[in-house]
T-cell receptor, first 114, second 114 residues
Framework: ETGVTQTPRHLVMGMTNKKSLKCEQH?????MYWYKQSAKKPLELMFV???????ENNSVPSRFSPECPNSSHLFLHLHTLQPEDSALYLC?????????????FGPGTRLTVL | AQSVAQPEDQVNVAEGNPLTVKCTYS??????LFWYVQYPNRGLQFLLK??????LVKGSYGFEAEFNKSQTSFHLKKPSALVSDSALYFC????????????FGAGTRLFVKA
């Protein structure tokens, strides 16, 4: 276990639903990330929350919206998704302050959009 | 711009034989290089990293990686493969110029046959 938890682990939703993914870490890290993992594609960075890093959202559709209420919790709010959004969504955290600190990943949420 | 290439989608090796998973990179400044492993239905787990100094880096589970600046490579190696090493392996890079992202490769699937 890495110390990063994600809920739910599996989610099936219709295109008109609204749902949220949750990520939690109590490692004292102050940078948190959302990634999208699709088959045979590189990991796609969706969003970053950190005091020293900007939030990445330039190419992510607006049907995905992140929320970071504090340094331990991260949410990804989903609405009117498309079937091509089906993927594994990974949360990660990292101690900021040094570029060489590695990331700690959660187990992911497997999302299926019908 | 930063980039990472893992030229092999899949590597097959017999148990007990040495294994190599290849990675090449491109960054503007000095690189920080990482290897992560992903087992089925799990998130990514950190294996090892290169920051500076000795070109041979040792990590978890008997893995090591060799940094080669002239060839811009960071290949993952293990002297004797185990069936339990079968997984998806990701190479990643950050640079020291203040870049905000960790760039991941597309991943290489390792199959170790008994």
């Amino acid at each position: 276990e890495t110390g990063v938890t994600q809920t739910p682990r599996h989610l099936v939703m219709g295109m008109t639903n609204k749902k949220s993914l949750k990520c939690e870490q109590h490692l004292g890290h102050n940078a948190m990330y959302w990634y999208k993992q699709s088959a045979k594609k590189p990991l796609e960075l969706m969003f970053v929350y950190s005091l020293e890093e900007r939030v990445e959202n330039n190419s992510v559709p607006s049907r995905f919206s992140p929320e970071c209420p504090n340094s331990s919790h991260l949410f990804l709010h989903l609405h009117t998704l498309q079937p091509e959004d089906s993927a594994l969504y990974l949360c990660a955290s990292r101690p900021s302050g040094s570029s060489y600190n590695e990331q700690f990943f959660g187990p992911g949420t497997r999302l299926t959009v019908l | 711009a930063q980039s990472v290439a893992q030229p092999e989608d899949q590597v097959n090796v017999a148990e007990g034989n040495p294994l190599t998973v290849k990675c090449t990179y491109s960054v503007s400044g000095n690189p920080y290089l990482f290897w992560y492993v992903q087992y089925p239905n799990r998130g990514l787990q950190f294996l090892l990293k290169y920051i500076t100094g000795d070109n041979l880096v040792k990590g978890s589970y008997g893995f090591e990686a060799e940094f080669n600046k002239s060839q811009t490579s960071f290949h993952l190696k293990k002297p004797s493969a185990l069936v339990s090493d079968s997984a998806l392996y990701f190479c990643a890079v950050r640079d020291d110029t203040g870049g905000f992202k960790t760039i991941f490769g597309a991943g290489t699937r390792l199959f170790v046959k008994a």
